[in-house]
């Protein structure tokens, strides 16, 4: 699978329907302009806009003659191969370094959409983010325990707009671990959840638990995609308790 920061620049140069030759480069450059002695095919570069779905069926030969002519090229010594010209990554600095942020890379919102409000909140908005992101490249131990960090951020919104934050604070003014805050959440005197809000809570907790102690269970993708759609309804359930659904 192509890195995060490629499919970035991918998904820009077809945003901007940039022609065939105008993508060749651009991805020469990301690929060659860090490190002086690299050089690449244009057969390279044809995968490469076939693999990252920007082009199908480029004529490898006629890329490479159209990469010898450009301006901001250099051949290598073996033959066919080429790299940006060194003073010549400037334009693409400019136009496409953005994307080197990992806080920039886009992250598809297939498993907790973005048409769940959480109140335009930094913090819930990140982990969405994280949970979005680890979910689509596979790293699902670190999802499982985004999706427990934050059902548990929003429990705590929950109870402090209810006006019971106290309700979850230890004595020594700090809020109490995940188990307690259950237990009151279940109860129903200070917030009160949906009938099946209880049972998909215990679920996420457990598999967050698990992918975080376990010393031999990883998590699956079955694992993650069986906590939906019953995270997807407690996640917009809570936000709405907290008063985050504006």
């Keep these: 699978m192509p890195d995060l920061k490629l ?23 990301y690929l060659t302009h860090s490190d002086a002695d690299f050089f690449i095919s244009a ?7 076939q693999d990252l779905g920007i082009r199908s069926g480029v004529n490898s030969s006629r890329l490479k003659s159209n990469l010898a002519k450009h301006p901001d090229v250099v051949r290598g010594r073996a033959a066919g191969t080429f790299r940006i010209k ?12 953005d994307l080197r942020s990992p806080e920039r890379i886009p992250v598809p919102d297939n498993f907790l959409p973005s048409s769940i409000s959480l109140g335009g ?17 596979g790293l699902y131990n670190s999802c499982a325990v985004m999706c427990r960090r934050l059902m548990e951020c929003l429990l705590i ?35 009160k959840l949906s009938r099946n809000a209880p049972r ?9 638990d698990a992918a975080a102690h376990s010393r031999h269970y990883i998590t699956s993708q079955r694992d993650i995609e069986d906590l939906n759609p019953g995270f997807r309804q407690l996640i917009s359930e809570l936000a709405s308790l907290a008063n985050l659904q504006k």
């Design 86 to 97: 060194t003073g010549r990554s400037v334009p693409y600095e400019t136009k496409y370094g």
């Design 7 to 29: 499919r970035a620049l991918a998904a820009r140069l077809v945003s901007e329907e940039a022609k065939e030759l105008e993508i060749g480069v651009s991805l020469l450059w």
């Design 157 to 191: 919104e929950a109870f402090d707009f209810s006006g019971n934050k106290a309700a979850i604070t230890g004595g020594d003014g700090n809020i109490v671990g995940l188990n307690d805050i259950l237990a009151k959440a279940k109860s129903g005197s200070h917030v």
């Design 121 to 137: 909140r930094k913090h819930l908005d990140s982990l969405r983010r994280e949970i979005n992101g680890t979910y689509e490249f």
């Design 200 to 208: 998909v809570v215990d679920r996420v907790k457990e598999s967050g």
């Design 43 to 49: 057969k390279e570069i044809s995968d490469h806009m």
